[in-house]
């Protein structure tokens, strides 16, 4: 134990003395990891109202879902076969649509699946203006930047899911003796304009916070009629004031992320717009990822719930971890990508898990607690969450080889660009061990992403990445059976099919 410490120790001093030179483009992964590790060490000390081990058949039944799925012996589907279809010309994304369908229970049963707008589309469209309120800051400039990608034509996938999560968790068991200043079983007693009010009356002494509260109290919309922070109920299904504020703080984290990726990677667009640091510089896209990552703190701390403070932070810890396992030396023979075998797939997904399907599973997670449901409702919320992202990313590194820039809303290619093996390189790689020492020394000579490319076009890597997805796509959808039978949860199936399927 104690030589592999040393091991440990000696390759994060190599990895800083390398990076000292760019700090440019490591501040914002290094305030990142030290905010997130002082955060995590004051919530281990205060957290309050732990929950038990989980156990029961129900548990475990949901957990099994978690369990790592074989991806690197994943082989792909034959969509003529599986779907019907006569012509040998049919066209691939009809077919993959078909399949997803299968996914879901759609295809062959008649089965309508509900439409997330129809449920939450006015609690999304009310999103932007929110977030306008919440990073008000007094400063012009910052205002302008750290709302630039709001104002783009983003997914807004995570706020969705912590919506819908939120309607399918309040009709679901509820978990007893637990109660906070907003926890209660009867909603209409609790004031939910707390959401927007200080903690601390030390604050009251600075004039700079008072400043801050004053225009977050006073600016708020939304769509209850002059009732900012009441209940929505629709269908028979309930959105929390607190569902609301967590659905802005994970798009906030999601957005911080973003900001400061695109510095690192040298982004030259996102979403279709530029890259926020090719318009503003990269010291104002650090700044502004740094505020959206303060504000949301500060929003997370309003909600009053240790439980959900100490898993949303940390979710900051595992980005920063996803970044670093993703920025490891793939030079070295005994690395984990140092080959195309399971290994190389397991990190390869758990630095997935780590750098999106964490907030994913984690803000559904929080929202069912946020709903006071049981264990297993919570467990089933995070499961769902942990697969749909998982998901979601292996068709975002998928689209990396088949679309176009102008679809997907950022450079194709950008992760050969970068020297990164996704799924579709790794499953090409099995099949073309000449890739090896392009991956080796990360697509850097001359012809190496041209090569690399045309490899993973030749193999059967882009089909077999589909159908891990689909994996994936489908234990999420099991997650779901937990939850009664109700137009959110018809809804989530609908998201997961839109994620198998989506072309941006």
């Known amino acids: 134990?104690?030589?592999?410490?040393?091991?440990?120790?000696?390759?994060?001093?190599?990895?800083?003395?390398?990076?000292?030179?760019?700090?440019?483009?490591?501040?914002?992964?290094?305030?990142?990891?030290?905010g997130a590790a002082k955060v995590a060490h004051i919530l281990e000390s205060a957290a309050t109202g732990m929950r038990a081990p989980l156990s029961?058949?129900?548990?475990?039944?949901?957990?099994?879902?978690?369990?790592?799925?074989?991806?690197?012996?994943?082989?792909?589907?034959?969509?003529?076969?599986?779907?019907g279809a006569a012509a040998a010309g049919a066209v691939p994304w009809?077919?993959?649509?078909?399949?997803?369908?299968?996914?879901?229970g759609e295809s062959g049963h008649g089965k309508r699946q509900a439409d997330p707008k129809e449920l939450v589309g006015s609690e999304l469209s009310l999103i932007t203006d929110n977030l306008a309120r919440l990073l008000e800051s007094g400063h012009p400039m910052l205002n302008t930047v750290s709302r630039y990608y709001f104002s783009a034509s983003g997914k807004h996938i995570r706020p969705l899911l912590v919506m819908l999560i939120a309607q399918a968790a309040s009709i679901a068991t509820r978990r007893s003796g637990r109660t906070s200043m907003l926890v209660d079983s009867d909603v209409d007693r609790i004031d939910y304009s707390l959401i927007d009010r200080t903690l601390s009356q030390n604050l009251s002494s600075d004039s700079e916070s008072q400043h801050v509260n004053q225009m977050i109290a006073t600016a708020t919309r939304d769509s209850n009629g002059g009732r900012p922070y009441a209940p929505s109920v629709k269908q028979g299904?309930?959105?929390?004031?607190?569902?609301?504020?967590?659905?802005?703080?994970?798009?906030?984290?999601?957005?911080?992320?973003?900001?400061?990726?695109d510095v690192i990677d040298r982004a030259e667009t996102r979403r279709g717009l530029p890259a926020i640091h090719r318009r503003f510089g990269n010291k104002m896209a650090i700044f502004a990822g740094d505020f959206l990552l303060a504000r949301a703190s500060m929003a997370l701390a309003r909600l009053r719930d240790p439980e959900v403070i100490e898993i949303m932070s940390g979710v900051l810890c595992d980005l920063v971890d996803g970044e670093f396992k993703q920025m490891q030396n793939l030079e070295d023979e005994d690395a984990p990508m140092a080959r195309p075998d399971e290994g190389a797939f397991e990190y390869y997904l758990q630095k997935t898990y780590l750098k999106t399907g964490s907030l994913i599973a984690k803000s559904c997670r929080s929202s069912a607690i946020l709903s006071n449901s049981t264990d297993d409702v919570v467990?089933?919320?995070?499961?769902?969450?942990?697969?749909?992202?998982?998901?979601?990313?292996?068709?975002?590194?998928?689209?990396?080889?088949?679309?176009?820039?102008?679809?997907?809303?950022?450079?194709?290619g950008a992760d050969l660009e970068l020297g990164l093996a996704t799924a579709p390189v790794l499953y090409a790689w099995q099949e073309?061990?000449?890739?090896?020492?392009?991956?080796?020394?990360?697509?850097s000579e001359d012809g190496d992403v041209q090569m690399a490319w045309k490899l993973v076009h030749a193999s059967s890597g882009l089909e077999r990445t589909r159908a891990l997805a689909r994996q994936y796509a489908k234990r999420a959808?099991?997650?779901?059976?937990?939850?009664?039978?109700?137009?959110?949860?018809?809804?989530?199936?609908?998201?997961?099919?839109?994620?198998?399927?989506?072309?941006?």
């Open 94 to 104: 009809r077919a993959a649509l078909d399949q997803a369908s299968a996914v879901v």
């Open 237 to 261: 299904l309930t959105i929390l004031p607190t569902h609301r504020r967590l659905a802005e703080i994970t798009e906030m984290i999601h957005t911080s992320s973003l900001l400061h990726d």
């Open 1 to 34: 134990m104690a030589a592999r410490v040393r091991s440990a120790l000696g390759q994060l001093a190599s990895f800083a003395r390398d990076i000292a030179g760019r700090p440019s483009e490591t501040r914002p992964l290094g305030k990142l990891a030290v």
């Open 477 to 504: 959808c099991e997650a779901l059976a937990i939850f009664p039978p109700s137009p959110a949860t018809e809804a989530l199936e609908s998201v997961t099919l839109s994620v198998l399927t989506r072309t941006k």
């Open 432 to 443: 073309y061990p000449e890739l090896g020492p392009l991956v080796a020394r990360k697509f």
């Open 56 to 83: 029961g058949p129900q548990y475990h039944a949901v957990a099994r879902l978690s369990e790592p799925i074989r991806a690197s012996s994943i082989q792909a589907q034959n969509l003529e076969a599986a779907t």
């Open 379 to 412: 467990e089933a919320a995070y499961v769902y969450g942990r697969n749909i992202g998982i998901a979601f990313q292996l068709i975002d590194d998928l689209l990396d080889f088949t679309v176009s820039s102008a679809s997907l809303g950022k450079p194709v």
